[in-house]
């Protein structure tokens, strides 16, 4: 009866440090959308901004190669930012739900979705950033003279690039390998082997009554 209540005692208290675990994991990956999609709403602004109040000036008419991909970078940044603000909150408002009213291994089951669905909303929030800044060079041929266009685009070619490999110097920085079920497996190991450590002493002890 000791070993049995041993047993549970420990397996209670070994589920109940994975649950926090995974709840600290939850509010992290809130945390991570919550601020990602706040930031992408700012960029979907900036885009319908650039569609409704852009107005081209009369010399500049003619330049319709330009003009196309102004408006069609304006509008994949708008799309991909929207994108990113819903994916953002369906998965905060859904994951959230589950985990705390769902049957049992529900919080397991939504870290795992937000985890990987998270390469999604990052892939767009990048997507959107760099469609707004293509807008941003082809605005600028398109309203500006020819040497403070050449200026800018240089300016904002710089800028962009700069962001795109801090950012990717940042992920290969922060990534490691990772492996899921790495704490699971280590839970069940220390169980098994108190389970294992507890039982030999008394089957030591049955030999010895028996004899």
């Not at 047993?7 to 440090?17: D, F």
């Not at 926090?20 to 509010?27: D, P, S, V």
């Not at 710089?158 to 795109?164: D, E, H, L, S, V």
Request: charged content about 20%; hydrophobic content about 45%.
């Amino acid at each position: 009866l000791m070993l049995a209540a041993d047993r549970l005692l420990l397996e209670s208290s070994l589920k109940q440090n994975a649950i926090q675990l995974k709840e600290k994991e939850l509010n992290l990956h809130n945390a991570n959308f919550g601020s990602l999609g706040t930031q992408a709403a700012v960029l979907a602004g900036f885009a319908v901004t650039a569609l409704i109040e852009f107005n081209m000036p009369a010399e500049h008419i003619g330049n319709k190669y330009v003009e196309f991909a102004y408006y069609v970078c304006v509008m994949i940044s708008l799309v991909t930012n929207l994108y990113c603000v819903a994916g953002s909150t369906f998965l905060s408002v859904c994951a959230t739900h589950m985990a705390l009213r769902g049957p049992d291994g529900s919080v397991e089951k939504a870290v795992e979705g937000m985890h990987e669905e998270r390469q999604t909303i990052f892939y767009s929030f990048g997507v959107g950033l760099a469609s707004l800044l293509a807008a941003m060079m082809c605005g600028a041929w398109l309203i500006m003279s020819a040497e403070a266009a050449l200026v800018s685009t240089i300016i904002v070619g710089y800028g962009g690039y700069r962001t795109y490999s801090f950012g990717k110097r940042t992920f290969r920085r922060f990534s490691f390998r990772e492996n899921r079920t790495e704490i699971d497996d280590f839970l069940v190991n220390i169980v098994s082997r108190f389970m294992a450590s507890r039982a030999s002493p008394s089957g030591e002890d049955d030999e010895k009554k028996q004899v």
